[in-house]
């Protein structure tokens, strides 16, 4: 039920983009992205429902493909701030019942 | 405003021993799960809530029991803790099931089991 991240970690420098994939063998309601910082909790970034509709947060996009099963995580122009673990989280069915989140990309960020 | 609140945040058993891990949410939400953290695994999905009275089994299930007597508190229990539970756990909870609504994560609980 797990979906599926790549990659598994990435590291950048200032200024540079960064694309995490996010895949699920399962049709997806909706797609959730979150950034967890080290000893904290995971931090909501964005949603993207049923429709390929694409979304963004400052510097950060987010794309979803309900028939390909896919969401992708862009971030552009980097900053230090962006460091962290990324998980795609998927909703099955409209319930909303089971959350499942991703096994999280690492991304650090380098000046 | 507190949001989704644990306790404790760190705790050490013995293989056998068992604990209660606390969450409470003063938000209202009608939703609330637990997931475990453990490196490279990501977050898996241990057992969730849609409402008071109303439980039901995520991905890891075994070894945990849980209970909602009110829609504020959804504590997880560890009957005989086991060295293979040793990890990170997050209560969390949102606004209702269906909901289209992100979830609050707590702060976690760090369960070390020797």
Redesign the interface.
Known sequence: ??PV?SPQAVILREGEDAVINCSSSKALY?V?W?RQKHG?????LM?L?KGGEQKGHDKISASFNEKKQQSSLYLTASQLSYSGTY?C?TEIG???????????TSLTVIP | NAGVTQTPKFQVLKTGQSMTLQCAQDMNHEYMSWYRQDPGMGLRLIHYSVGAGITDQGEVPNGYNVSRSTTEDFPLRLLSAAPSQTSVYFCASRRRQGAVGELFFGEGSRLTVL
Do not use: M, V
């Not at chain 1, 904290?40 to 909501?44: D, K, S, T």
């Not at chain 1, 409209?94 to 999280?104: A, R, V």
């Open positions: 039920q797990q991240q909706s959730h979150y904290e909790a995971p931090i909501f949603i429902l998980f989280g409209w319930t909303g019942n089971q959350f499942y989140f991703g096994t999280g």
